[in-house]
């Protein structure tokens, strides 16, 4: 009888090309949040056309879809990501920072034209074996628009999309191989949005009340709070309307846009609500209003363990490939093309998606061949993902695949560059059979599913959850007001 293992490798070499060039549109369609009309059209059909049936606009989302085949118990999900960063165009497999302004200067900074398509890729081949062996189960790939700076998916759970799923599976890309064993930070999201009077800035000053001046004492006061928060609270802002161009007139309107963290929601709150207090009172220093605007918002991310070893098991099974010289050179030049701090610190991102271990594995390399031992970790990663919320209902398990050069940071040019060479996909193929071979492994031993889900309750039974963005709060573009 032919093994899983063997049934997941056979049908990802048979359509090798088919998900490759499905990574590469997407990676050629960058999209920000919302707005990925491009690749979720693409993706929507392609799924059709594999034998998926697809509802689109899920949740209220334009870009939200999910993709179903098969009947009745298990269902199993898999995450699909197709949103771009804004500013992070580049031109492919180059060396050296070259920016495009293309679509709008996005870039796939994070490899997300490689999650959404390894997922599909894993959803693709475990619906296979599902119809192949007439098995009892649901398998269904979730379009899930909008993770870079949109928290899609929380929408989505807060809608209930993913309540009826038995377990869900995701990966990200990153430099190396491993388990995603830790929590994640929780945030939410928020406009600050001031209205002042315009007035002559030199005949009569005295008569305008300037948003801008309200803008920059807010900030100020936020510089003075970082001292008095929890040190693993991370508080970033954009000041996203300075108020026009012309500073011989009093700015009448001027907008930041806060982005704050902390390992729970609870503390998220915390600090947001002394933001507030902090920009009540930059509008009373300066005669302005203040409008605050919930942009949206994550949780912290609750790994499943016994879910994510037997993740491990199947990734150990995929294994590694041998990289090319090619592979090898153009990763040299990559490693070069980043900062004497960047390098020094080159396993400071791979440690944050689980990687164990001092680097000694990579002396003399520039790309993983090995994959991390499973140690399941109490540490934090300082990021945040919306995987967190789907996690606080369904049993949920990440893994990483080496898709990039050792060292190599997201949401950079680097990232970029890498995001449709030969190694990313390998890496990609890598995430793409682990995930579907753990969902096989599940539809023919409901023990798998059976110690997930008794881990799961015994969390819930001790931590409530709330999802963290407010009924009123819909999900909007990458908005500059």
């Not at 580049?90 to 495009?100: D, K």
């Not at 377990?167 to 430099?175: D, E, I, K, T």
């Not at 008569?207 to 801008?212: E, M």
């Amino acid at each position: 009888m032919e093994s899983l293992q063997t049934f997941v490798q056979d049908y990802l070499d048979e359509h090798e090309t088919f998900f490759t060039d499905t990574s590469k549109y997407i990676y050629a369609h960058p999209e920000t949040r919302f707005e990925e009309h491009e690749s979720a059209s693409y993706l929507s059909e392609a799924c059709e056309q594999a034998g998926f049936e697809v509802e689109r606009g899920i949740a209220g989302i334009d870009t939200a879809f999910v993709a179903t085949v098969g009947s009745g118990l298990p269902v199993i999900a898999f995450l699909g990501e197709f949103d771009a960063l804004a500013g992070l165009g580049q031109e492919p497999l180059a060396t050296s920072y070259q920016p495009t302004k293309e679509h709008h200067g996005n870039g796939h900074g994070c490899g997300h034209n490689l999650l959404g398509t390894a997922s599909f890729a894993a959803a693709c081949a475990a619906k296979d074996y599902l119809l192949e062996n007439n098995l009892e189960g649901t398998i269904q790939f979730f379009g899930c628009p909008g993770e870079e700076g949109g928290s899609g998916k929380t929408f989505m759970v807060r809608e209930g999309v993913f309540d009826h799923c038995d377990l869900a599976f995701c990966w990200h890309p990153s430099p190396t191989n491993s388990i995603m064993t830790l929590s994640s930070l929780s945030n939410y999201q928020v406009y600050f949005q001031f209205k002042g009077t315009s007035s002559h800035a030199a005949i009569s000053p005295h008569l305008g009340r300037s948003a801008l001046d309200a803008v920059e004492l807010m900030n100020s006061g936020v510089n003075y709070l970082r001292e008095h928060v929890i040190p693993e609270a991370r508080i970033h802002y954009a000041v996203t309307n300075t108020g026009g161009h012309s500073p011989n007139v009093v700015q009448a309107d001027a907008e930041v846009l806060y982005l704050i963290r902390a390992p729970f929601v609870s503390q998220v709150d915390d600090i947001y609500k002394r933001i507030c207090n902090i920009a009540e009172g930059a509008a009373l220093m300066t005669e302005t209003e203040v409008t605050i605007r919930f942009d949206k918002a994550c949780s912290n991310y609750i790994p499943n363990v016994s879910l994510g070893q037997v993740l491990h098991n199947s990734l150990t099974e995929i294994g590694t490939e041998e990289s090319t010289e090619e592979e090898k050179a153009f990763a040299k030049k990559i490693w070069e093309s980043l900062r004497p701090d960047e390098q020094e610190n080159y396993l400071g991102t791979s440690e944050g998606f689980g990687y164990e271990g001092d680097g000694s594995e990579f002396e003399g390399k520039y790309l993983s061949d090995v994959i991390s031992p499973y140690v399941p970790s109490d540490k934090t990663l300082m990021g945040s993902t919306d995987v967190a919320d789907v996690s606080w209902v369904v049993p949920t398990a990440q893994l990483s695949t080496a898709t990039s050069t050792l060292g190599t940071p997201l949401h950079t040019w680097q990232m970029t560059t890498q995001g449709i060479s030969s190694f990313a996909h390998k890496g990609m193929f890598r995430a793409a059979g682990a995930m579907a071979l753990t969902a096989m492994k599940a539809l023919e031993d409901d023990s798998i599913i059976k110690e997930a889900k008794e881990e799961f309750d015994a969390f819930r039974a001790k931590n409530n959850y709330v999802n963290p963005i407010p009924k009123d709060v819909q999900p909007s573009p990458l908005a500059m007001s």
